[in-house]
Structures are given as structure tokens and as C-alpha cells.
């Protein structure tokens, strides 16, 4: 395990997932929210964007946590290990939720500079149908690369917390 993908729905624990892995491996740990936003949630260009996921890939080691479909191609091909975090929307609403209270107006360290934590009619629209229309095409791309990567899908904190216990039990 040297190059793994965190993905998964908006809410579904990926930062802090990734954090504990990062803690637990060594791994250097990239949040992509970081390098594809600009100040005031701004979109960085397709091109610009893909041009800064290439440069990330080079590094030999890397924990790169974020969804972002349009460059899963280019990152799946390079990582070893996937893991996707396939949480009930429910929970992941709720997340997002508990996000804003406790950020609001203020920025996380997995986020860009000048992106503050606010309400998004529109981000909580994406995370209520993330599982029916991204979740299933994220799914269709682990399935064609099974035999090919490492392939995790966990579905709840459990598990996720079993799989960070285990990993943690086969470094030490």
C-alpha cells in the first residue's frame, strides 16, 4: 500500500478516514478539495485541474482523498490500493450537516484557502443522489479493475474502523 484513493459521497468520512490512514502508514496524505478549489469556491479549469492531479501523481507515495469523477481515470491507474467509502446517504447528509455547524464561516485543513464552510442547497442536492448516479459508476469502475488493484468498499464507521485496526496490526 503506496498509492491509495479515498473516495466516496460528500459526508461519508473521507478526510478523516484518510487522516487516520495517513497516521497509521506514513503516507503523505492529499486532500484534492485543497488543489481543485480556489478562494471564494471557485472551480479550477478542466485542464488546469487535470494538469495539478498529474504533478500530485508523480510522488511515489500518497494518500489522495476526494471523489472528483472527472480525474478517477488518471488516479485509479496509478494507485494500488482503492477504498471506497459507500456510506447510506442518510449518514453522509447528516455529516455534512454536523460540518457546517461546526465550521460555519470557518475553513478545514482539508479544504482551500478562502473556501469557508457554509450551506449548499446545491452540494446537499449532490450528496442525496451521489449513491444512485456517481455511487454506481464509481462502483462499475472498481469492478473492472478487481483483479488489478486492491479494492475496498466499507459501508459504515465499523467497518471502517475494523479496516484501519487491521492495517495498523499488519504494520506493527
Partial sequence: MKRVCVVG??????????????????????????????????????DEWRSIINE??????????????????????KADTIIFLDLPRY????????????????????????????????????IWSYKKKYGKIVKERLRKLQYKKEIVILKNYKEMDKYLEMIKEVLT
Fill in 9 to 46: 459521497c460528500g459526508g461519508s468520512g473521507k478526510s478523516t478516514f484518510s487522516q487516520k490512514l495517513g497516521e497509521i502508514t506514513g503516507l503523505p496524505v492529499f486532500y484534492l478539495d485543497v488543489h481543485f478549489w480556489q478562494a471564494g469556491w471557485v472551480e479550477r479549469k478542466t
Fill in 56 to 77: 500530485l501523481l508523480k510522488e511515489e507515495q500518497w494518500i489522495m482523498d476526494g471523489s472528483f469523477n472527472g480525474t478517477q481515470d488518471i488516479r485509479f491507474a
Fill in 91 to 126: 449518514r453522509c447528509m447528516i455529516n455534512a450537516m454536523k460540518r457546517v455547524i461546526i465550521y460555519r464561516n470557518k475553513r478545514r485543513i482539508d479544504m482551500a484557502e478562502g473556501c469557508f464552510e457554509r450551506f449548499d442547497f446545491d452540494f446537499y442536492k449532490w
